[in-house]
């Protein structure tokens, strides 16, 4: 979703700014633009089509102060007129914004009943006509920020350049906001890998602050006392310089064969490490495992594994359903939250509800310096590195592994745990550079007239299931149901007829009998039918396809989802559609 980027250093700002911009476009974007500064006086450009550095960005002048976004639509069509910065009607200053202004409509009709000119369908918009009008009653731009942003309703962060004095003022509140500070030079951003390849260093911006930065310099006031802040700077492990797709076509394929690497990177995690969360766990009266799409389908894993392998009280519950839950929930119960990007606006707004229950938190995320991290009492990263495909793969498999670990170490076989990743990453090389990529590509080919496909899982295949439907359907659009097997003959079992493709997926367990024989059912019934899971179910009978995964046991239904990224990712090749940036879809769903 939108995205932010401010820069006040010694470069070229054009070009750090279209760079930062580029490496937020995996957020989903629609629209983009900059605003720089030069010689106090604002210059703006605004599209609709790829970021990039083109003649009329080229042409702009030169300049070491400036703003950025990348827009996903809320308010108003795709167009250049509604993408941002937005500039105040003198020119003197302009401003981008992440979020929804809940108020707009009543802060809308008070502008049109008072004859002000509104030229976009934007909610930011509204921001920067309030502004004018709050500087009008003569209070200085600063000021009459601060005193229109406590208008906003709703989780909203702004950036504004004031071509008066050079200065970026932003206010967070909600959508994430974080500084990075280099070497004479200052990025301000909606997450640190748009800065990374320039400084390690960075403070988090919280919600209520507002930042002021200048040259070599900025400040963080606490609007809620307005005073201010001792910051922290905290370090970054990693300096990502470049993030590029090597050798491969599309981010999707480079991040589903990173698995046998990201595999291993989920369980740095030792005894000491885990130590105090499975305590907590032990002692909590039930663990809810929480999150929204990919991330709530491991939490349904993670729920599993701590059940049936810890015998722990766990259940997982989507993030924007949390209010059903809210009568039961306890403060002795524990939560905890997965995301990738630890910024999406259902799940914090269920932790900050269950915060307030007295609940202790603890969180898988896969980027540094988020929210979710933050309103955690206990941090923990998933080490997959950047994740740039909308869809989600490989942190799917690390937040896995990561819960498989994690209940092996309550039961005391953490190594036991470990070593068992450490095979299934090993398998998995082999998985990926044998013939299996060419007869993924071959079955996908038989799916790309399919218009409606089924998935059936059980148990520990329950989750993998829904996630390889909802990996297939992110990407090549088409209608696949994930479901449980023992759905099957109380109603779902009227839409299959002739050719409809199935999917059975199957571990060495006790529920493989109950999908072997669901899936005879649907053969009986003229579907075309195809294995995924474990090499002793390879029935010619049964199965017209079948893919073999690695593993075994309990472990195997981590792997059992990697066929489905492959066959989401060659038939969406084969479809022709956009890869790595799926129609409507944005990686970091910071809004509701
Ligand atoms: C994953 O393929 C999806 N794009 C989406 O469902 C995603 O998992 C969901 O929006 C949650 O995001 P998060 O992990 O960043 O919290």
């Not at 932010?4 to 250093?9: K, R, V």
């Not at 070497?183 to 909606?190: D, V």
């Not at 839409?495 to 493709?501: A, R, S, Y």
Request: overall charge positive; aromatic content about 8%.
């Amino acid at each position: 979703m939108c995205g932010i980027f401010g820069y006040i250093g010694k470069r070229d700002a054009k070009r750090i700014i279209v760079e930062g911009l580029k490496r937020l476009e995996y957020r989903g974007y629609d629209s983009w633009g900059i605003a720089l500064l030069e010689k106090g006086k604002i210059h703006q450009y605004r599209d609709i089509s790829e970021i990039s550095t083109n003649k009329r960005i080229l042409d702009l002048p030169c300049s070491n102060i400036g703003i950025g976004h990348t827009r996903w639509a809320t308010h108003g069509g795709v167009s250049k007129k509604n993408a941002h910065p937005h500039i105040s009607l003198t020119k003197d200053f302009t401003l981008v914004q992440n979020g929804i202004v809940e108020n707009f409509e009543d802060l809308k009709k008070d502008l049109i009943a008072k004859h002000v000119t509104i030229k976009s369908e934007t909610d930011t918009e509204i921001i920067v006509r309030l502004i004018e009008e709050a500087r009008n009653k003569e209070k200085n731009l600063k000021e009459s920020i601060i005193s229109v942003f406590e208008r906003l309703k709703g989780r909203n962060t702004i950036a504004v350049l004031d071509s008066k004095n050079g200065k970026i003022y932003a206010i967070r509140n909600g959508s994430p906001l974080i500084l990075g500070i280099g070497k004479e030079e200052i990025f301000l951003a909606s997450d640190t890998l748009s800065f990374s390849p320039y400084c390690k260093n960075i403070v988090v911006v919280d919600n209520l602050e507002m930042v002021e930065i200048e040259h070599n310099s900025f400040k963080v006031t606490d609007l809620t006392n307005s005073k201010v802040k001792n910051v922290t700077v905290t370090k970054l492990k990693y300096l990502y310089e470049d993030i590029d797709k090597g050798e491969y076509k599309h981010y999707m394929l480079k991040e589903i064969v990173e698995q046998s690497n990201t595999f291993i990177n989920a369980i740095a995690y030792s005894e000491k490490d885990l130590q105090s969360l499975s305590k907590s766990i032990k002692q909590s009266s039930r663990v809810y495992i929480i999150g929204a799409g990919t991330a709530g389908f491991a939490a349904g894993q993670i729920a599993y594994f701590l059940r049936n392998i810890g015998g722990i009280d766990a259940q997982d519950l989507r993030s924007y359903e949390f209010a059903s839950y809210l009568p039961i929930v306890k403060p002795t119960d524990l939560i905890v939250a997965l995301s990738q990007s630890g910024e999406t606006a259902d799940t914090i707004e269920a932790l900050e509800e269950l915060k307030k229950k007295g609940c202790k938190i603890a969180s898988l995320v896969n980027m540094l310096g988020t929210t979710i991290s933050r309103l955690s009492d206990y941090q923990f990263f998933s080490n997959a590195g950047p994740e740039i495909c909308v869809a989600s793969t490989k942190v799917f498999t690390s937040q896995c592994v990561w819960g498989y670990i994690l209940a092996k170490n309550i039961v005391g076989d953490l190594k036991g745990g470990k070593r068992e990743i450490l095979t299934l990453a090993k398998e998995l090389k082999t998985f990926f550079s044998s013939k299996n990529l060419s007869s993924i590509d071959e079955i996908s080919k038989k799916l790309v007239k399919q218009e409606h496909m089924f998935i059936l899982g059980k148990g520990q295949n329950f989750n993998i299931a829904l996630e390889g439907s909802l990996k297939i359907k992110e990407i090549s659009y088409k209608h696949v149901e994930g479901f449980a097997a023992g759905e099957l003959k109380h109603g779902v079992i009227a839409l299959i007829e002739k050719g409809t493709v199935v999917f059975g997926i199957l571990s060495n367990d006790r529920d493989s009998k109950d999908i072997l024989s669901a899936m005879e059912q649907v053969k009986a019934r003229g579907a075309f039918t195809i294995g995924i899971g474990d090499k002793k179910f390879k029935k010619k009978d049964v199965f017209d396809r079948y893919i073999v995964t690695p593993g075994r046991d309990i472990a195997s239904s981590i792997t059992n989802v990697i066929p489905f990224q492959l066959i989401s990712y060659y038939l969406s090749v084969r479809l022709g559609n956009n890869i790595d940036k799926p129609r409507n879809l944005a990686k970091s769903v910071t809004v509701k």
